[in-house]
Structure formats: C-alpha cells, structure tokens
C-alpha cells in the first residue's frame, strides 16, 4: 500500500514553455476507472460527497483544458518533471512554478489534511489528473528536448514527435479499445503483482521508475527514426504496465486518504 510515511509526512506547501500536457484523455479515462473500480464503499461515499455525485473518470481531464485557461495556468508545469541526459532524476533542478512529483504531493496534502480550507473538489480533479502523467515516461522527459516535443520522427510515414506519440498513437495503435474495453483487459494484475504495484509508493518512486523508462524509450528511438508496427509492438505492454500501475495506485492513494480502515489488503480485485 501508499506509503504511510509519505501520507503523513507530508507538509502544505505554498501553492502558487508549456509542453505536450498528457496521455490522451483515453490514457487517462483508462487510470481513472481502474482506480475507480478499486475504491472502498467508504472511499466512494467521500469522492461522491466532495464531487457531487461525479466520478474520478469524469474529471481525470479537465487539468489539461485548465491549464490553458488564466484561471489556472499555475499549473501549467505541474504534468510533468524533467531530467537532462547530464542530471539524475534526483539531482534535477526544481522549477519554482512546480513539477509533477511535488504537486501530487501537495495535492494529497490538501486532501489529507481534514482542517485544509483550500478546495477539495479542485485538489481531487489535480491529484487524479497528474497521477496519470506521472505514468506518462515522456513526462519524465528532457528539457532540452521539451520532453520528447522537439524530437521529430515520422510514425507510420507521418511527420510527429516523440512526444506526442506517447501521449496518443502509441497508445491507440496498441488496441483500439474504448477507455472500458482498456481496463477491462489491463485490470487483471494478480494480488502478487498487485502488491508489488503498491510496495512502499511515493510520487518519487513512482517518478523515478517512469524516468528509467523514458530513458530506454530515449535510446531506442532515434530522431528522425520512421516508427511503425514493431515500435507499437514493442511499446504497448509498456504503456498498458504504465496505465494498470497508474490506476491501481491512485486508487491506492485515495483509499489511504479516505478510508481509515483501509490496509492495502483490502484493495478490491475486480474483473
Ligand atoms: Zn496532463
């Protein structure tokens, strides 16, 4: 399960280029219902309260539209965190504006914090969102590059980049499943696997995994590189890893905030 640690430990902080800015709304329609599917009855009853009867799959979107909009631009550089090929995931500089790993943990703050005045509903809307970019490996990307966005390539002889592949095509090339069919055939992870999905999270861990990932996506596709059936071959497995982990950890995370009988153990297995 989430790492209690991480939960309780957690300070509010201060909350105060734009790159490609997810997995298409597919990949994160995918996180969302896994980890809805997921949640205790207690978990449920608080999310409906606090969304008004909506669902996490409703919203794991609407940061990506907000964020274009004044309103919210803060959170323009909260989808992603980057790493230089001469940094270490750890040593990466900080944005002031904020990354993805920090703003996870803000947000679970928020919400974990039962005296927090800050907006709940819009804390829960960010926290859902950005665990699924947090899974997204071009959001663990360079800077020099803009995470993948400067790196041009054809895909199936259409001019693209490495990007915008990651967040899309990979993805919809794979399986051309609705967001339902997608987690009905990812959301098969046995209760071993499950717990080595959930073992000690924290969005670091979570950040650092993606980061390694992203970096052999780095090697293995050269600029200017004409990618096609074997790249999405490759590649899927990944990215249906990458949505599974995603889902069953915000659903992890949610059940840890609001559910305190909740032990991991009781994570519903549904298929
Ligand atoms: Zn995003």
């Known amino acids: ?9 957690l300070s509010l902080a201060t909350l105060t280029a ?19 599917s997921h949640l205790t009855e207690t978990t449920k009853q608080a999310i409906d309260s606090i969304l008004n009867g ?13 964020s274009h909009t004044p309103e919210y631009a803060y959170t ?12 270490t ?26 005296n927090s005045t800050a907006d709940k509903a819009l804390a829960l809307k960010i926290l ?11 959001h663990m990307g360079r800077r020099n590059d803009r995470g993948g966005n400067s790196v041009r390539l054809k895909f199936f002889n259409s001019n693209t980049n490495l990007h915008s592949i990651w967040d899309t095509r990979v993805l919809e090339s794979g399986h051309n499943w609705t967001y339902t069919e997608w987690k009905n055939q990812i959301d098969r992870a046995t209760p071993e696997e499950t717990a080595i999905i959930l073992a000690d999270g924290t969005p670091e861990k979570w950040g650092k995994e993606c980061y390694l990932i992203a970096s052999e996506i780095y090697d293995k596709t050269p600029a200017d590189s004409n990618l096609s059936y074997d790249y999405v071959s490759e590649w899927t497995p990944v990215i249906e890893t990458q949505l599974l982990r995603g889902g069953l950890r915000l659903a992890d995370l949610l059940n840890s905030i609001y559910d305190p009988y909740y032990k991991g153990a009781n994570l519903i297995v549904k298929k």
């Open 1 to 9: 399960m989430i790492n209690k640690k991480f939960l309780f430990s």
């Open 76 to 87: 323009k550089t909260w989808h992603y965190k980057n790493i230089d090929p001469d940094e």
């Open 128 to 138: 859902v969102h950005l665990v699924g970019d947090i899974h997204q490996p071009m």
């Open 54 to 66: 909506k669902s996490i799959v409703y919203y794991s979107n609407w940061l990506d539209n907000a």
């Open 18 to 36: 734009i790159q490609g800015f997810s997995w298409g709304q597919k990949g994160h329609d995918t996180v969302a219902f896994i980890a809805e």
């Open 89 to 114: 995931f750890e040593n990466a500089p900080l944005l002031d504006t904020g990354d993805v790993v920090r703003a996870i943990n803000e947000q679970a703050a928020i919400l974990n914090d039962p």
